[in-house]
């Protein structure tokens, strides 16, 4: 019985009329992340495991796909090194590398790495696969694309700003209704501050970050469970339930937050940033959350996550201020910001909604069908010169049947046929039918060009 071939859950493969939709909401990113001025890096699929450990918190760690080292990767390990307390420790020993868990944390080691030769502020974008060994469902994969921009190198609030039109930007060019929610540790570490819970900050906002998905009281059990008195649980169950415009948040936190001079320092960065998006014409769309969480350790500040309106699926975007990333790589005190669009999930809301443009297409624009060796070496100078005027075209390789050479053309979706025989080659008037429509012209090289353009 012959092997069955599959691939890893998580992963996917892409056709053509696939990677040309892919491309699409790629080009579209891009178009609008250069428009800010934002320039293009990469950096390696794996990176060394003491570059991603301990960056994303203890969920992170457990979801870092690690890479078995070259060999025998067993040398030095003893039974007694293989214990289920030991785990950690024999990872190490194993596995001295990793897959990217995302491009943050390697655009913080590349910037501390080539520190000499970039400008301050620094702003980049980088559009690059990234994996997590999750639970493979809809919407999250384990194999997926990041489509990052990031300023770093300045503390404006300014940068937020600008992240925000990006989003908005982005979205309005794909026809997406979104909703951009908004937040800051500051606020998060300042609620943490009211209920009494400072010291268990990261496991406040690890249960926050769940409220969309299991609800308050699920939240609220987590937070019982991992030594949240009744008293503190009590005391965060307002915040939870604000659902006021901006200006009556505003107000809410203005009075809850009295106590905590870090919290109050947080709305008022998150008063400038909507200040300056009106100032901006952003009045829609965006709006403030103060249970967004975004339960990455390394957030600092403003926090991001989009949600697509019309189609339920987890957040299209997020990200957040981180104030000193890089100095865990040895260059403290450089702030940056930054925001992520997840192009699968993208990818997946276009397709639902049926977003994606008719006439954006892979292959050919023209297709030259093949009489014979002459009516072939015709064709080659005229398919060229399309070629260099921005249009895509192909000669069919063989004089098959002309049946077989139009099918060909339905199938790929090829709008134009060119059909050049002994009175075209005469004439130099090409005969070009327009497989929409079945309609044939006679018309000049120059003249396709214009129509075809």
């Known amino acids: 019985m012959a092997e069955k071939f599959s691939i890893p859950k998580g ?50 760690d457990r979801l870092l796909f690690k890479i078995l080292n070259s060999g025998n990767y067993l ?28 491009l943050t944390v390697p655009f913080a080691r590349f910037i501390v790495q080539h520190r000499n030769e970039i400008t301050f502020p620094f702003k980049r974008y980088q559009m690059q696969p990234v994996w997590r060994a999750d639970k493979p469902q809809k919407g999250r994969y384990r194999e997926f694309y990041q489509c990052d921009v990031d300023v770093i190198g300045s503390d404006s609030l300014l940068n937020e700003v600008e992240l925000v039109q990006i989003i908005h930007d982005v979205f309005a060019s794909l026809n997406t209704a979104v909703t951009t929610r908004l937040n800051n540790r500051k606020i998060l570490a300042g609620i943490a501050e009211v209920i009494g819970m400072t010291d268990r900050f990261t496991d406040l906002t690890v249960a926050l970050d769940k409220l969309d998905k299991t609800g308050q009281e699920q939240v609220m059990a987590e937070l019982s469970s991992k030594g949240f008195s009744a008293g503190s649980v009590s005391k965060l169950k307002p915040f939870m339930n ?54 990455l350790n390394y957030y600092t500040g403003t926090i991001f996550e989009v949600k697509a309106e019309e189609v339920e699926i987890g957040s299209l975007c997020g990200g957040g201020r981180y104030d000193d990333l890089t100095g865990i790589f040895g260059l403290p005190g450089v702030s940056g910001v930054g925001i992520s669009f997840g192009a699968d999930r993208i990818y997946d809301v276009l397709l639902a909604l049926n977003r994606f443009p008719d006439d954006y297409q892979a292959g050919s624009r023209i297709l030259f069908v093949n009489f014979g060796e002459t009516e072939e070496k015709f064709c080659l100078p005229l398919a060229s010169k399309l070629r260099k005027s921005g249009i895509s075209a192909e000669i069919y390789p063989d004089a098959a049947k002309l049946k077989k050479q139009m099918k060909y053309a339905d199938d790929k979706k090829i709008p134009f046929v060119a059909l050049i025989g002994e009175n075209e080659m005469r004439s130099g008037l090409l005969t070009v039918k327009e497989m929409k429509t079945g309609e044939q012209r006679e018309l000049s090289v120059d003249q396709l060009i214009d129509e075809i353009i």
């Open 75 to 102: 040398t030095g390990i003893s039974k007694d090194d293989i214990t289920d307390d030991n785990l950690n420790a024999l990872t190490l020993k194993i596995a001295e590398k990793g897959l990217r868990y995302d």
């Open 11 to 60: 992963t996917r493969d892409f056709n053509p009329q696939e990677m040309v939709r892919r491309n699409f909401i790629f080009n579209a990113i891009r178009r609008v992340f250069e428009s800010y001025g934002y320039v293009s890096i990469e950096t390696p699929a794996m990176e060394n495991l003491s570059t991603l450990m301990g960056k994303y918190g203890e969920e992170g």
């Open 242 to 295: 604000v659902t006021r415009n901006f200006e009556e948040k505003a107000s809410f936190l203005q009075e809850h937050l009295k106590i905590s001079p870090t919290g109050i320092q947080g709305l008022g960065e998150m008063m400038t940033i909507f200040d300056r998006l009106k100032a901006a014409g952003i009045n829609d769309g965006v709006e403030l959350d103060i249970t967004l969480a975004r339960g």
